[in-house]
């Protein structure tokens, strides 16, 4: 299993915005520079730009562009010298169309060609030798731009089988992240048919997730600002509308522009994610920055959770492995698995474990309230916390601000003033 300081950086707390629908094309003169361009575009964040790798280098390119448009982006390899690199991009600026952005990767480390690099054009130039999530920031930052805010991250959280809690881990999480450390966060709430986040907010919005997915072509910032039902300050929640007039056959990017509009607004999403495998749910996962599988302790849910995780860790091999939790643990005279034996059969530890209590939940449930708001105070309030700073990358400062006053603490609770407040 590997350690903190060999995941990518991106699984290290790194926000790289997604690369909007461009053409790109890299024209290389090594097979590795080629085989990471390659491997980029099927990353998660390349989903929807459309990439073509081609050998040969900058004079390649030039003569492919002679008789035809050139792309969004181009890519140049080269191994040559300073001199050979401006010949070939002078050469191509005579065939570049005046919009395209041109990335060039070269192994000269000298500050006078990068500036006469960037005088004729040129977007950005990279050191070799590159890696996958270098190329991928690199073309993401061409269409950052100056002064904008970061993308808001995406957590999502699917139930390993039905009835495990997820629904619930998910709202208290949203509500933790929102409350404790203070971002603003929205619940989307996906399973459109029997979503609970109504319920559990007590909140009846006229309209939510489903007004925006069967109308895509009306998806807007200001549209999917009036779906959204305001459950406290920093936290709102787009609604399900859990009715069953009509079915929810949706194809695998119905939920893409909804997504997008939240995350270039909201810091922080929590994806409610239905128990079910459809194109749009295995979708929604591949493209989360964050996963988290809700299971409970026994061996249909280990079985299902491992399945979950190993398929998207394969198919996200430049992020974090999804994190699981176990849920609904210690009730009374049912055999369990331990949550030893989940780690190994996962090869990862879980990052909480929720004991079962049906009293504290259910109350919640039933008034429409998250357990901090019923029972700030109960210990598996403290769990979502600390399952809120683990999701977000967070460490929590309580402790560190109680500390600051070490071997004194004790005194000045003594004294006449701590007395009176």
Known sequence: MADEATLP?????????????????????????????????????????????????????????????????????????????????????DVCDATTKVIVIGQVNDIVLYREMMARGVSDYMMGPTGVLDIIRTVSGLYASDGAKPVGRTIAIIGAKGGVGASTIAHNLAWAISKDIGTDTCIADMDLAFGTGGLDFNQ?????????????????????DRLLSRCSDNLSLLAAPATLERVYDLGPEAFDSVIDILKATVPSIVLDMPHAW???????????????VVAA???ANLRN?????????????????PRYMLN?????????????????????????????????????????????????????????????????????????????LGPLAPILEKLPFRKKA
């Open 297 to 299: 302790p026994d061996l």
């Open 305 to 321: 959770a491992k399945n979950i995780i190993d398929l998207l860790r394969a198919s996200r091999p430049n992020d974090a492995a």
């Open 204 to 224: 009846d919005p006229p309209q939510g997730m489903a007004d925006a997915v069967f109308s895509p072509d009306r998806v807007d910032t200001a549209f999917v």
């Open 9 to 93: 950086s991106e699984a290290q707390g790194e926000q790289i915005a997604p690369v909007p629908r461009i053409s790109l094309q890299a024209f290389c003169e090594t097979s590795e520079l080629a085989g990471i361009i390659a491997e980029a575009a099927e990353d998660r964040r390349m989903d929807k730009a459309h990439v073509r790798v081609q050998m040969g280098g900058a004079p390649a390119a030039v003569e492919a562009y002679r008789t035809a448009p050139t792309p969004n982006v181009v890519i140049l390899e080269t191994t040559g010298r300073k001199g050979e690199i401006l010949g070939h991009l002078d050469e191509l600026a």
């Open 328 to 404: 609904q643990t210690g009730v009374a005279k049912r055999p369990e698995i331990k949550p030893a034996d989940f780690a190994k059969a996962l090869e990862s530890e879980p990052v909480a474990v929720i004991p079962f209590e049906p009293q504290l939940f259910g109350t919640a449930a039933n008034n429409g309230q998250m357990l901090a708001e019923m029972e700030p105070g109960h210990r598996v309030s403290q769990q979502f916390t600390d399952l809120a700073l683990a999701m977000t990358g967070r460490h929590d400062t309580r402790k560190a601000r109680a500390g600051l």
């Open 278 to 292: 459809t194109g749009w749910t295995k979708r929604a996962l591949a493209t989360a920055d964050d996963i988290l």
